[in-house]
C-alpha cells in the first residue's frame, strides 16, 4: 500500500514527536540540578522548531515516496535515515568544518549519510528473509530500537562530534545495548501488534526503553568547561588569613582548597585598560593598544576555534565591545546592555557631593554604578545552562572597585561614619595630605567599606559556586578567579590605582585555579613568581591547544598538573603617568620600582616583598 503525502506527512511528524519525547525524558534524567519545570518549559520552547525540522523531512520524503514508489514500509526505512541524517549528520558536518575544509567535511557528511542508507538497507534486507509472522514485526522493532538507541547517543557524544573527534568511548555501550534492546522491543513489537495497538503501544515502549537504554551519567566532554572569573580591584593581600582579622573571603579560600592558589602573582599593569591585554590576549598595551588592535587573538577566539560555546559578560565599561573584548563571544554582555535610566547619572553626582548619609540611610550602594556580582553571575550561570559543552564563560565583576558603597550589613561594628569621603575627592587628596597621620581616619573608612565589598564579592562567589555545583558544571570545570589590578590606600602616599606607582598592593593580584576533579591535581600554595600574562597560555596548553608564539606570558600547564615549578623569570609591569614611565621588575622576593622622567632622572624603590607586600 502506497501512503499518501498527508499520511507520510503525520506519520513523519510523530517520528519527530517521539524523538522529541524521548530528548525530554533524558534531559530530565540528566538535567544537572535543573527543575523539571524549567527543563519541560525549555522543551516547549523549541517545540515548534522540531516540528518545523520534521515537517520539512516529511515533505522531502513525501516527494519522495511518490518518485521512487514506496510502500508504507519503505517510508519508514526513508524517514528514519532522513531523520538520522539530519539530527546527527549535522554535528559531522560540523566538526569536519572545525578541523578540516569545507570539501572534505561536505564529504564527511556524505560518507556519513552513505554509511546511515547502507545500515538501514541492510537492516531492510534481513526483513525480506524473516518467516512471514516475524516480517511485520521487524521494521517496527528497528525503528523504536533505532530511535532508542540514536538519540542518547547523539546526546552525550554530539559534543565530540561537532568538535571533529571520534567519541570511540560511546561506541563500546552503542553497539553492545543494540542487540539487546533491539530483541526486546522485537519481542515488544510482536506482542503490540498481536493485540493490534500498533502505534500506541510502539511509542510507548521506546519512551519507556529509550530511558532505560539513556546513559547512568552524562557523557564527560572532551574538554572541560573553561570559566574565567575576575574581580576587578582585588588586592592580594584581602584573600585567605590575614595578620588583623578572620578572613574576608572563606568562598575564595574554600575554592583554594580544591585547587592551587598562586601566592605571588602580578599584574603587567595597575589600571585595568593596560592589565587586561595581558590576561585575555597575553600581551601588553604598548603592541595592542585599546580597543584592541586587529591582529590581537584572544583567549575567547581561541577557544571558540577550538570548537567551545563562548559568553562574557562585564560588568566594566573598559572590557566591552568598544574596547575590543567582545571578539571570539558567541553571546557578550556589557554595561552599554544595562537599562538606562536618566536619575543615575543624577543620584551620582549627589553622592559625589555627600554620599555619606545616603549610605548610611541605605540609598546608596554600589549597584547605581555597576551591575552587582550576585546578578552579574547568576546571569552567567544561566547562559552557560544555555551552552553545549565545552563552553568558556568569562564574568568580570567591580563590587570591590571604588566607590566602595557596599550593604552597611557588612560593614564593622566601630565603623566610623563621619570620616566617610566620596570617593571622587578620596582619589584627589594630596600627597602630603595621604602621609599625615591625621588623615588616617578617612584611609580607615575608605579600608573598612573596600573589605566589606570584599566580603560582598566573597559571598557572591559563594552563591556561584553553588550554582554551578547545582548546574552540574562546578567538578569538571577548569576555574581560574584572579584580579586585573589592587588598591592603595595610603601606602607610599598613594590612592586609588592607575597612579604613578606600582608598588606591591598595586600590582600583586589573587589568582586561583581549580582543576576538573578528574585531573586529581593535589590542591597546594605556589611561592614562586607568576603573571596574569600566563592565563592564556595555561589555559591553551592545559586543553591540548596550540600557543602563540607572541604570547607574552608562559604556559603554566605542568605547574598546575603538579609536575613542574614555575620557570624562573623576571616579571615586568609597566605603567605612564603624567610624561613619565614607571616599571617594575618582580625577581624572587623583591620588587624594584623605576620611576623615569621625561627629563631622563630615574627614580629607583625597592620592596622587600617578604616584609612589605
Known amino acids: ?53 520534521f515537517a520539512l523531512l516529511g515533505a522531502g520524503i513525501a516527494i ?51 554509511a546511515v542508507a547502507i545500515l538501514l538497507g541492510a537492516l531492510a534486507a534481513v526483513g525480506r528473509v524473516l518467516p512471514p509472522r516475524r516480517r511485520a514485526a521487524w521494521p ?20 565530540s562530534i561537532a568538535l571533529g573527534e571520534l567519541p570511540l568511548r560511546e561506541w563500546p555501550s552503542f553497539v553492545s545495548l543494540a542487540s539487546l534492546v533491539g530483541a526486546a522491543l522485537a519481542a515488544a513489537a510482536v506482542l503490540v501488534l498481536r493485540s493490534r495497538r500498533g502505534a500506541t503501544g510502539v511509542a510507548a515502549c521506546t519512551a519507556i526503553l529509550a530511558a532505560l537504554a539513556s546513559p547512568t551519567r552524562a557523557a564527560e566532554p572532551a574538554r572541560p568547561d573553561v570559566i574565567v572569573v575576575l574581580l576587578d580591584t582585588l588586592r592580594d593581600d584581602h584573600v585567605g588569613p590575614r595578620p588583623d582579622a578572620a578572613t574576608l573571603t572563606p568562598n575564595l579560600d574554600a575554592i583554594a582548597a580544591e585547587g592551587l592558589r598562586f601566592r605571588s602573582a602580578w599584574s603587567p599593569a595597575n589600571v585595568t585598560r593596560r592589565a587586561m591585554p595581558g590576561i585575555l590576549a597575553s600581551s601588553t598595551e604598548r603592541v595592542v593598544g585599546t580597543p584592541l588592535a586587529a591582529e590581537a587573538r584572544t583567549l575567547a577566539e581561541h577557544l571558540r576555534d577550538a570548537g567551545f560555546a563562548t559568553a562574557g559578560l562585564s560588568a566594566n565599561p573598559f572590557v566591552s565591545r568598544h574596547t575590543g573584548y567582545d571578539r571570539g563571544f558567541d553571546h557578550f554582555s556589557d554595561p552599554s546592555d544595562a537599562a538606562s535610566f536618566l536619575v543615575a547619572p543624577l543620584v551620582q553626582l549627589l553622592l559625589n557631593a555627600d554620599g555619606g548619609l545616603a549610605h548610611r540611610l541605605g540609598l546608596a550602594s554600589g549597584s547605581l554604578y555597576y551591575e552587582p556580582a550576585q546578578r ?13 559543552r565545552p563552553a568558556f564563560l568569562y564574568l568580570h565583576a567591580m563590587d570591590v572597585h571604588g566607590p566602595y558603597l557596599p550593604p552597611r550589613r557588612l560593614l564593622p561594628a566601630g565603623y566610623d561614619a ?18 599625615d597621620p591625621a588623615s588616617e581616619p578617612i584611609l580607615a573608612n575608605a579600608r573598612e567599606r573596600y573589605a566589606a565589598g570584599v566580603r560582598h564579592t566573597d559571598e557572591a562567589i559563594g552563591r556561584l559556586r553553588e550554582a554551578l555545583a547545582a548546574q552540574g558544571r562546578w567538578d569538571e570545570s577548569l576555574v581560574w578567579i584572579l584580579s586585573d589590578h589592587g588598591e592603595a590606600f595610603g601606602e607610599q602616599g598613594f590612592v586609588g590605582h592607575g597612579t604613578a606607582s606600582l608598588q606591591p598592593v598595586l600590582i600583586r593580584v589573587p589568582l586561583i585555579v581549580k582543576p576538573p576533579l578528574s585531573w586529581s591535581v593535589a590542591p597546594r600554595e605556589v611561592d614562586a613568581p607568576v603573571s596574569t600574562w600566563d592565563l ?78
Not at 563621619?418 to 602621609?435: D, I, K, M
Open 1 to 53: 500500500m502506497r501512503p499518501g503525502a498527508g499520511r507520510v506527512l503525520a506519520c513523519t511528524l510523530a517520528l519527530g514527536l517521539v524523538w522529541y519525547a524521548v530528548e525530554l525524558l533524558l534531559a530530565v534524567r540528566s538535567g544537572a540540578g535543573a527543575a523539571p519545570g524549567e527543563i519541560l518549559g525549555d522543551w516547549l520552547r523549541m517545540l515548534p522548531w522540531q516540528l518545523a525540522l
Open 64 to 114: 519522495a515516496a511518490r518518485l521512487l514508489a514506496l510502500d508504507a514500509t519503505g517510508v519508514g526505512w526513508f524517514a528514519i535515515g532522513a531523520a538520522t541524517t539530519a539530527l546527527l549528520g549535522a554535528r559531522v558536518l560540523e566538526g569536519g568544518l572545525r578541523t578540516t575544509t569545507p570539501a572534505s567535511a561536505a564529504g564527511g557528511f556524505v560518507v556519513f549519510a552513505v
Open 140 to 159: 517496527l522493532a528497528v525503528w523504536a530500537a533505532w530511535t532508542a538507541l540514536v538519540v542518547p547517543f547523539a546526546r552525550s557524544a554530539g559534543a
Open 376 to 388: 552579574l553571575f547568576a546571569r552567567g550561570v544561566r547562559l552557560l545552562g544555555e551552552l553545549p
Open 418 to 435: 563621619s570620616a566617610y569621603v566620596p570617593y571622587s575627592r578620596f582619589l584627589r587628596l594630596p600627597r602630603e595630605t595621604l602621609l
Open 536 to 613: 592564556m597560555p595555561t589555559i591553551l596548553g592545559l586543553l591540548g591547544l596550540p600557543i602563540p608564539a607572541d604570547a607574552f606570558g608562559a604556559d603554566l600547564a605542568s605547574v598546575v598538573r603538579g609536575a613542574a615549578e614555575p620557570p624562573v623569570r623576571d616579571l615586568v609591569a609597566w605603567s605612564p603617568w603624567q610624561q613619565a614611565d614607571h616599571y617594575a621588575v618582580v625577581r624572587e622576593s623583591a620588587l624594584l620600582e623605576v620611576e623615569i622622567a621625561a627629563d631622563g632622572t630615574r627614580t629607583r624603590r625597592l620592596f622587600d616583598l617578604a616584609a612589605d607586600a
